[in-house]
């Protein structure tokens, strides 16, 4: 027989690593399941009935200390080994004084150490006989295999085992659907063999992977081809109750195991994408949205808004930016810091402008993290845009600044001025006051400065008898010629023309 093992530790690295550190079914053993807290642990240890417990010693809600207590009392039968830090030695001495049978220090764990113990413990059971298997099963090979280990899985296993011509995997991965215990993965995959051991026209493999992608290998004749998928549905419909808001993906049909891995990472990948796909619980390959690559954020054109006070153009490029990622179905994680980054970074800056901000930062960024689909987290999106750009109080590069920075020029026109004076003049940034000035005037500074000279050029011109050169240094050209080519090129004839044309009419 099997000795069943059950595995107990709330990281789930380190579950990760027990479970792939040995070949569990050929040296006897089969894992019935795991749990990342005590609380957990007993209720899968209820169902399941291990004669193995691996536990660790610390643990939330209920630590390995009150566990193993328990354990000893509901279940005096099970033996029980400790999975422990250096620094934990004194709580292992007290666990073994309560009925564990045996420790392992988590940093010298190694298959050797692991199943060494694993023997010397199930030795102990009455009426244990470890049935050692020469070889892998197909189910524990495939697992390995999709798992990223190494597993002796050849194209003549996979084909005794999945005799027809087409495979296609239904997988839903926990955590992009629904949040629930670790058991009830476990309790999802009984549920799938139930279901497809009865469907005679195929051969089926259910798979948990990792303790969380639970994947369905089906394999059938090409003729079944639509039967398969619209059986796959209702499967997925039944299953709700396991993963009441669960995510399906149908992926798209190949013929063996060369292929297996990829159509695996590309229905994987998809089933991550939940958050574009509110009220959908199951999605063929074929349907999925088409995934972009989104354009990088220009980060320096934002902090120069943001150091030139521009906030509300900031706010402006940070939602459409966020908006456009969302169109590129941008990974949901790496979305969600992307805009909490961007908020955090507007906010460090208003602080700086304003010298104190009553804008709870935890609270806005717990609207961007709890939103569950993207038509939720866009709506969000736009009231945290909307309460950031409240209340900023003129610090937004205005119309009522461009208008200080007009009336500066025309007050100054005759003087050497340059755009780089004017920014620092009124805490500008060169680039972004000549972006903007642009924007807001339709015409470059220097176009506009030209306007401004040559309109008084024209006063000067009509009211007095000043020289052509004398009035070019009046209005800031410090060279009559080119000042006569500015004056040409916005009134049709050089400065002495327009003079003789001007007295001519009066």
């Not at 009925?99 to 010397?120: H, M, Q």
């Not at 994947?215 to 639509?226: G, M, P, Q, S, T």
């Not at 006063?459 to 500015?486: H, M, N």
């Amino acid at each position: 027989m099997y000795c069943k093992v059950l595995i107990i530790d709330d990281e789930y690295i380190m579950r990760q690593g027990i479970r792939h550190m040995i070949e569990w079914e050929k040296e006897g053993y089969v894992l019935v399941g795991e749990a990342a807290d005590g609380e957990e642990g007993l209720a899968l240890i209820e169902e399941y009935q291990p004669d193995i417990v691996l536990a660790d010693i610390v643990m939330p809600v209920l630590d390995g200390m009150e566990f193993s207590m328990i354990l000893k009392k509901r279940f005096p039968k099970i033996r029980l080994i400790i999975l422990s830090s250096y620094d934990n030695f004194e709580y292992v001495k007290k666990t073994l004084l309560n009925g564990a049978c045996d420790y392992i220090l988590k940093p010298s764990l190694n298959p050797k150490v692991l199943l060494e113990l694993l023997e010397k413990t199930a030795a102990k059971i009455p009426g244990m006989s470890l049935q050692k298997d020469s070889e892998l099963s197909v189910r524990e090979k495939l697992n390995r295999y999709l798992s990223g280990y190494e597993a002796d899985l050849t194209q003549g296993d996979f084909k005794q085992r999945f005799p027809y011509t087409k495979c296609r995997l239904l997988l839903s991965k926990e955590g992009t659907g629904s949040e629930g215990r670790l058991g009830d993965g476990i309790e999802l995959v009984h549920f799938m063999q139930d279901y497809w051991g009865r469907q005679d026209s195929y051969e089926t493999e259910i798979l948990l992977i990792g303790g969380e992608v639970c994947v369905a290998v089906l394999n059938y004749r090409i003729k079944d081809e639509k039967t398969v998928v619209q059986q796959a549905q209702e499967c997925v419909r039944k299953a709700g109750c396991y993963r009441p808001d669960g995510f399906w993906i149908c992926g798209e049909p190949f013929d063996g195991l060369n292929s297996l891995q990829e159509h695996y990472a590309k229905a994987l990948e998809l089933a991550e994408l939940s958050f574009y796909y509110k009220d959908t619980s199951f999605l063929t390959a074929a349907d999925g949205r088409e995934r972009r690559r989104a354009d990088r954020f220009s980060y320096e054109q934002y902090a120069e808004l943001l150091k030139c006070r521009n906030f509300k153009e900031a706010l402006n490029q940070m939602e459409a930016y966020v908006v456009y990622m969302c169109s590129c179905m941008v990974e949901e994680y790496l979305l969600k810091n992307t805009t909490k980054n961007l908020i955090y970074n507007f906010l460090l800056e208003r602080e700086k402008a304003e010298g104190v901000t009553q804008i709870n930062k935890s609270q806005l960024f717990r609207k961007i993290d709890h939103s569950r689909y993207q038509q939720d987290f866009q709506r969000q999106l736009s009231v945290v845009v909307e309460e950031l750009g409240r209340d900023c109080r003129g610090l937004s590069a205005s119309d009522d600044s461009l208008s200080e920075i007009k009336q500066y020029i025309r007050e100054h026109y005759a003087e050497n001025l340059e755009l780089a004076q004017i920014a620092k003049q009124f805490n500008y940034n060169y680039n972004y006051l000549s972006t903007y000035f642009n924007r807001k005037m339709q015409e470059s500074f220097s176009e506009y400065l030209n306007q401004i000279r040559i309109e008084r050029a024209c006063e000067i011109l009509k009211t007095t008898s000043y020289t052509i050169a004398q009035v070019s240094e009046l209005v800031g050209y410090s060279d009559p010629s080119y000042f006569s080519r500015i004056f040409k090129n916005q009134m049709g004839r050089t400065p002495s023309q327009w003079k003789r044309r001007i007295w001519k009419s009066e």
